[in-house]
């Protein structure tokens, strides 16, 4: 909302610098998230939060002035020449302006028009640029005459963007000489307005909450009048209450519509609104001031579709696939909740949204009938989205207005229009008011403030600040206060919650600044911590230890950017995504099935500057489900993606051949055993994402906790690698949930032996379809306790072994704890080991 | 005798000096210490001596023996100095050469920037509490007290799942980690429904909005959010904790300022900002006004401590949320926050 200082002015006496002021309302609650100066000192850099704007007036260069008289110019028929006097001399000014034109050559005037004048050196808009081009008065010849200063537009003293004649000065203009920012100077608050601060969308408002702030006394506008019984000019019928608590009607009649008064037009476009009419004007100036907003209709309208009879007006809900033309032109189709203003002829507005094109205010308009009302605003904010229409009156009303501003709206602006465009108030309102809303008390002690802010206030220093925002208390003997709320807010609850509402007031006026800073001192609750991210970060840490760079990546995708992580000829991802139904892009329009599609993703986007890709990511894919009321599964995953050459090319000869499975399956390792997961087991797998013989499982028990394996040739083409880029692509994806399930809180570490071991090598030869990890954990299963280590040191195939065979060399580390081995004792267990290895997988010792 | 052995002494020692490595060392001690060297000559024939001259000679043999013995001993001493010194200076590297690249993991600086803000909240007594990303309308919006059709959900610009049939219930993205707070409130008000214990979490996780992106703006991002819940928890405290925060956030001198504010789900309801660490809060390009806009807070509101089981009459609570990213532009001074989930690896190996 937008609010002129000026107009704020004329409920509150206002002493703060205008950064003061920014700060106080910001404080409050209502921020200030832009000011516009007009004329006044420009706030220093960096003293206010708000963007600032316009334009600083010099108070000796830019003044009022009176122009004596109009002159043609000698060369020009565009331009004339002004006799002006400045205060203290009289210039000729040259101007183009051609609302002067008609006091060209009429000699000395017999009234001066008064003028904002701006002499040489002064520093304002230029009037003939786009936007606002600032420029410096300088003496120049213009078609033979010398023209130093000029008389300026409003767009050239950054009022408005009027620019089609000079600004022409009102009867109140102070004498010549006076500076002109003395009497137009202003400052415009753009101040944002949360939902729960509607009751401050007007200038009594904004003004009120500066006032409780600052301890001033508020000004109110009278709106006593017109109380007289009740009107007979109208009947009103509510349908439904619940959407329209409250309708008041007001009848002015033989008014005569002509153009506001010039300052009336300068606030109302000041405040965001274009000037109309006087009636159109004091409906919004009503609105602007109190916050109520009005319609006004041309009575004889309503007068004849009533045929003779009382004009009757009823809110309804629209009828199907009804219409109606609004004041903007465009015929609009309403849907059933919409609210509608009608008379016993149909439709004439959306209620609290717009007005409709037939009753509207013309210039042939005589009679008006005005309309103050309530309305639900959950169902205004509603039309007002299904119809794309935000105005000032929905803005207002989809916030809540209270009923008791509808009265008060008719009234004031009754008057207004009396003032403006003459006319006679009919007697008397015609008002319904089915439906007042609660006015709870609630009950507040001194102590429940202290419960909540944690300070120490006097139960009458509490009803003071109550007070200052007109809220009506009662000091039981007991000190517990009665509180009601004043009737322009409708933000007060009942009850606790009632009672947390004043608390925020309180605070507000006490200042949240002075409420003092403690540490918590509650009691602590039972410490549970969080082992699940203990163990997550532990991962994290594993992975980034072995030069794993992690990565977060957006959770959306599309089904056909996922599917590329599969085999084309493999049975399509059939399970439902999860679909966004407002997308800000189709690109950004599905929640991921596969986080790996994600890393893989990443890898293809980083090939094009880096030709080594270590990337993971742990995050959670989604999948619809039937459990849970209807919200999908959120499975938590781990996936790994590598890629290029082992290690990083340097200055020096260096491993650069690519990585391949067995890298990973060496991250893989370094990561299950870094987790204390020795019962985790790897297999041969299968997957549409992996090369068939690369491709392995890791399982515990019988369950799956992932699969790995290097890209499927097929696959790793449907990525747009760049040519550069031949490595092969290695990835894993593990559920994360089932790895984090296996890890042990409690560990358990070996005494480091101080006997002498015995490190023997053993190889022996398989058959090539022996799985090498069947004849380690053999070897490790006989030897029991006594093999501390057995690593697999060479595979060999070749005609020494055979064909179909392959020969495996193990280094083996022979430990007792409580003994030194005897040579003897080793033959011992290597006899075992050969003869377990022999019986289960025909392996011979290799000669 | 006594002048051949001193001239034995005299011509080795001279030839000695001339010794310039360890072969020639070898002769020399070939030539003047070995069995058939002059000297080992006079030792032979000292039985041949008269009875009085031979410890007089035998003596001053030993003597010169001994001489050259140490003289052999420091050069050879000296020339493994010698040649010591020339192998180092042949070794001599560029040490300005750069080392072995090692490829380096890194963590992403999301999760560094959370595991900080973890660290410092488990020292004020608050654990992390994580809870799902879709969400109903009803634990995102309704139990935190925004009605359906209510203005402040103009605040929270929402992602809608596609769903049949949910009518005012639509599942969502969630906009907030705020529905956690509703399910740790109910999970620790199930431990004992008629007296539920304290609830001191903190709520890290992705949020969504509705929102285009710019360099400031994203529309998904993490957020963190704390929640204290208990019999003596006042707004003060709510002062204090995020005053504690920014100074272990941004240094000792940090200050905050709370502006009063409106969310449904506190009351009262306050924005906090901290003083610019930049300009010391004098006004510079990254605060513009010296103070930088943080996040939002506030006194849990009645109707969310009735929904999570705790009865409002009882206990008070406060809550706080700001976006992680936020924190972690200001703390890395990073320039965009989109940065974040493209996982450009130029950007990801800065950290």
Redesign the interface.
């Known amino acids: 909302m937008k609010a002129p200082l000026s107009w704020l002015n004329d409920f509150v006496d206002i002493d703060l610098s205008i950064p003061g002021l920014a700060r106080l309302i910001?404080?409050?609650?209502m921020?200030v998230e832009a000011i516009q100066i007009i004329g006044l000192p420009m706030p220093a850099?960096?003293?206010?939060?708000a963007h600032v704007s316009g334009l600083e007036w010099d108070r000796e260069k830019i003044v009022v002035a009176s122009i004596l008289e109009v002159m043609p110019h000698p060369n020009a028929d565009r331009l004339v020449l002004c006799k002006l006097f400045d205060g203290q001399q009289e210039h000729i000014v040259l101007t183009g302006a051609p609302n002067l034109f008609e006091y060209k050559g009429k000699g000395p005037l017999a009234k001066p028009l008064m003028v904002a004048y701006a002499k040489e050196g002064a520093r304002i808009y230029d009037g003939h640029q786009d936007g606002q081009v600032l420029t410096t008065l300088k003496r120049a010849k213009i078609r033979g005459v010398e023209s130093y200063s000029m008389v300026c537009s409003e767009k050239e003293l950054g009022i408005s963007d009027e620019h089609e004649g000079i600004l022409l000065l009102g009867e109140d203009a102070p004498p010549a000489g006076t500076p002109l920012a003395d009497y137009l100077g202003d400052a415009v608050l753009d101040v944002k307005l949360?939902?729960?601060?509607a009751r401050c969308a007007s200038m009594l408002g904004l003004a009120r909450e500066i006032a409780a702030m600052t301890g001033k006394s508020l000004t109110t506008p009278n709106v006593e009048r017109y109380t007289s019984p009740a009107g007979d000019f109208a009947e009103i019928e509510i349908t439904n209450p619940d959407l329209n608590p409250r309708f008041v009607l007001g009848l002015i009649k033989r008014i005569e519509i002509r153009p506001s008064p010039e300052w009336v037009q300068r606030r109302l476009k000041l405040a965001g609104m274009r000037p109309i009419n006087n009636i159109v004007d004091a409906t919004n100036y009503a609105m602007l001031e109190l916050g109520e907003p009005l319609h006004a209709f041309d009575y004889d309208v309503l007068v004849k579709r009533a045929q003779g009879k009382k004009v009757k007006i009823i809110t309804r809900t629209a009828r199907p696939g009804e219409k109606l033309t609004t004041l903007d032109n465009i015929e609009r189709t309403l849907d059933e909740s919409t609210v509608l203003v009608c008379d016993t002829a149909g439709a004439l507005s959306i209620a609290g949204v717009m007005g409709g094109l037939e009753s509207e205010v013309s210039d042939k308009t005589v009679n008006v009938l005005l309309e103050g009302a309530a309305w639900n605003?959950?169902?205004i904010?509603?039309t007002a989205r299904a119809q794309q229409l935000p105005s000032e009156a929905s803005y207002r009303f989809?916030?809540g207005v209270h009923p008791a501003m509808a009265e008060r709206g008719v009234r004031r602006c009754l008057d207004l229009i009396q003032a403006w465009a003459g006319g006679t108030a009919a007697p008397g309102l015609v008002d319904n008011y089915p439906l007042p809303p609660a006015s709870p008390t609630i009950e507040l002690t001194a102590s429940d403030v202290?419960?909540?802010?944690?300070?120490d206030l006097e139960i009458g220093q509490i009803k003071s600040m109550l007070e200052r925002l007109e809220f009506h208390c009662l000091l039981t003997t007991d000190q517990c206060l009665q509180v009601t709320a004043p009737d322009h807010r409708l933000d007060i609850g009942e009850?606790?919650?009632g009672?947390?509402?004043l608390?925020?007031e309180i605070?507000?006026v006490y200042g949240?600044?002075n409420?003092?800073?403690?540490?918590?001192?509650?009691?602590?609750?039972?410490?549970?911590?969080?082992p699940e991210?203990d163990k997550e970060?532990r991962i994290?840490?594993l992975?980034?230890?072995?030069?794993?760079?992690?990565?977060?990546?957006?959770?959306?995708t599309t089904p056909e950017r996922e599917s590329r992580r599969l085999l084309p000829t493999a049975p399509p991802d059939d399970k439902p995504y999860?679909?966004?139904?407002?997308?800000?892009a189709y690109e950004?329009g599905f929640?991921r099935h596969s986080v790996l599609a994600s890393v893989l993703d990443?890898a293809e986007?980083?090939a094009r500057?880096?030709e080594?890709i270590?990337?993971f990511e742990i995050g959670?894919q989604?999948l619809a489900s039937e459990d849970s009321?209807?919200?999908?599964d959120?499975l938590q995953r781990l996936a790994i993606v590598l890629s290029g050459p082992r290690?990083?090319?340097?200055?020096?000869p260096?491993d650069l051949a690519p990585m391949d499975f067995y890298d990973l399956k060496g991250v893989l390792t370094a990561l299950l055993d870094g987790l204390r997961l020795p019962e985790v087991r790897v297999e041969p797998g299968e997957h549409p994402s992996f090369h068939p013989g690369k491709c392995a499982k890791i399982l515990s028990g019988e369950k799956q906790i992932g699969v790995f394996g290097e890209l499927h040739p097929e696959v790793r083409a449907r990525y747009d690698w760049p040519a550069s880029f031949r490595t092969p692509v290695l990835a894993a994806d593990l559920d994360l949930a089932a790895l984090l399930s296996l890890i042990p809180a409690i560990r358990t570490t070996n005494p480091v032996p101080t006997l002498p071991p015995v490190l023997e090598d053993l190889a022996v030869v398989v058959d090539e379809s022996v799985p090498a990890e069947r004849v380690e954990t053999l070897i490790r299963q006989t030897g029991g306790r006594i093999v501390a280590d057995a690593s697999l040191f060479d595979v060999y195939r070749g005609e020494k072994v055979g064909a179909g065979k392959k020969s495996l060399a193990y280094s083996i580390t022979y430990q007792a704890i409580d003994k030194t081995l005897s040579d003897k004792d080793v033959a011992g267990f290597r006899a075992r080991i050969l003869r377990r290895l022999e019986q289960e997988l025909g392996a011979k010792l290799r000669a | 005798m006594l002048e051949q052995l001193k001239e034995i002494e005299r011509t080795a020692l001279a030839a000695l000096e001339a010794v310039q490595d360890e072969a020639a060392l070898e002769t020399w001690r070939v030539a003047y210490l070995g069995r058939s060297s002059p000297l080992m000559q006079v030792f032979s024939k000292l039985g041949a001596l008269a009875k009085e001259e031979r410890p007089v000679v035998g003596q001053a043999a030993n003597e010169v023996k001994k001489a050259l013995e140490a003289a052999f001993g420091s050069r050879s001493e000296m020339l493994r100095q010698a040649a010591l010194a020339r192998a180092l200076s042949e070794e001599r590297l560029d040490v300005t050469?750069?080392g072995?690249?090692?490829?380096?993991?890194?963590?992403?600086p999301?999760?560094q920037i959370l595991?900080e803000l973890y660290r410092v909240f488990a020292e004020?007594?608050f654990?992390?509490?994580?809870s799902?990303?879709?969400?109903?309308d009803e634990y995102n919006f309704q139990l935190l007290n925004f009605?359906?059709?209510?203005?402040?959900r103009?605040?929270q610009d929402t992602?809608?799942?596609?769903?049949e049939g949910?009518g005012d219930n639509p599942?969502v993205?969630r906009t907030h980690t705020s529905p956690g707070q509703i399910r740790a409130m109910r999970e620790?008000a199930a431990l004992n429904p008629q007296n539920p214990?304290?609830?001191?979490i903190i709520l890290p996780g992705?949020v969504?909005r509705?929102e285009?992106?710019d360099a400031r703006h994203e529309?998904?991002f993490d957020q963190l959010e704390g929640l204290?819940v208990?019999?003596?928890?006042?707004?003060?405290?709510l002062?204090?904790?995020l005053?504690?925060m920014a100074r272990r956030l941004f240094g000792p001198q940090a200050r905050?300022?709370?502006?009063?504010?409106?969310f449904?789900f506190t009351?009262?309801?306050?924005?906090f900002d901290i003083e610019c660490f930049q300009c010391g809060g004098?006004?510079?390009d990254v605060c513009?006004?010296?103070?930088l806009e943080i996040g939002g807070s506030g006194?849990v509101?009645?109707?969310v401590l009735q929904n999570g089981g705790y009865d409002?009459?009882r206990y008070?609570g406060f809550a706080f949320g700001f976006g992680v990213q936020r924190i972690a532009m200001l703390k890395y001074g990073i320039p965009d926050i989109r940065y974040?989930?493209?996982?450009?690896?130029?950007f990801?190996?800065q950290f």
Request: proline share 10%.
């Open positions: 910001t404080m409050a609650g921020e850099p960096g003293s206010v939060d949360l939902p729960s601060y605003f959950i169902n904010r509603k989809s916030r202290k419960r909540w802010l944690g300070i009850g606790v919650t009672k947390a509402d608390v925020e605070a507000r949240y600044e409420i003092p800073e403690t540490r918590l001192s509650d009691l602590l609750p039972p410490q549970l911590g969080n991210l970060e994290r840490d992975l980034v230890y072995q030069g794993l760079t992690e990565i977060v990546s957006y959770r959306w999860l679909r966004i139904a407002n997308p800000l950004k929640l990443t986007r980083n500057v880096r080594r270590a990337l959670p989604f009321h209807g919200l999908p959120e290690t990083l090319p340097g200055w020096q260096a | 050469l750069p072995r690249p090692i490829a380096r993991g890194r963590l992403h999301d999760t595991r004020m007594g654990q992390v509490y994580r799902r990303e879709v969400e109903s009605p359906v059709g209510h203005p402040a103009d605040m992602y809608f799942i596609e769903a949910r599942i993205l620790m214990p304290p609830v001191r992705m969504y509705y285009q992106v529309t998904q204290a208990g019999p003596g928890i006042t707004f003060s405290d002062k204090g904790t005053t504690d905050t300022r709370f502006r009063a504010s409106f449904p009351e009262p309801s306050a924005e004098k006004g510079c513009g006004s010296g103070w006194m509101h009645p109707v409002p009459a008070t974040f989930w493209e996982n450009d690896l130029r990801l190996e």
